[in-house]
């Protein structure tokens, strides 16, 4: 599903010539794509609301962000990316917002003992940023970022629950209590996040 989402916002990045797959991108292709995500916002009408902004992303408030980056930081390479291609691929990058929002996400999935992250776990790691483009979209629409990431780890660790997992880590050793742990989504003695090699694989159809 995330491999799915991931094609989706750097297509609609390359649709609209923005130099940057950036948070609302995200968001745009997360609500979209996963019931799951959906659920997060807790009634149909306030999902309508935040595809409504953003759907008029071109017009209005989105104005301000064309031909402008998120955040200023370096844009960071998506996992398709590959050296040699060509000028029309450049959309194909993280903001750096939308690199901490995948990394946050990652983190999650592994706390869990999972492979891959699930929709929820992406949808808390844009909700962790309300100052970012995805973080401005939800508060025009009426919904607060904190509130919304928690519902979202809520409902992952009741899904991870219902699939006979604890919600927490499993195996123990690399996380400890439950934490999240940091470093750009590696856990302590395991080298990269699990999945996220598959995760880079899926995203380059």
Known sequence: MLATVLGAARRRALRD???QVDTAHLLHALVESDPETRAAFDGEQRVARVLGYLVQRSIGYGLRWQRS????????????????????????RWSPAAAAA???ALRRAAARG?????????????????????????RHAGIDPPALGARAVALAA????????????????DVRGGEIPSGGGVVPGRGRPPGEGAFAREAEG
């Open 114 to 138: 999972e492979e891959q992250p699930r929709g929820l776990d992406l949808l808390a790691g844009l909700a962790a940023d309300p100052g970012s483009r995805a973080g401005e979209v939800l």
């Open 17 to 19: 010539g923005d130099r």
């Open 102 to 104: 995948l990394e946050e």
């Open 69 to 92: 980056a998120e955040g200023d930081g370096a844009p960071r390479p998506l996992p398709a990316v590959r050296a040699g291609e060509g000028t029309h691929r450049r959309a194909s």
């Open 158 to 173: 009741a899904s991870a629950a219902a699939l006979g997992r604890e919600g927490g880590p499993q195996g123990g050793g």
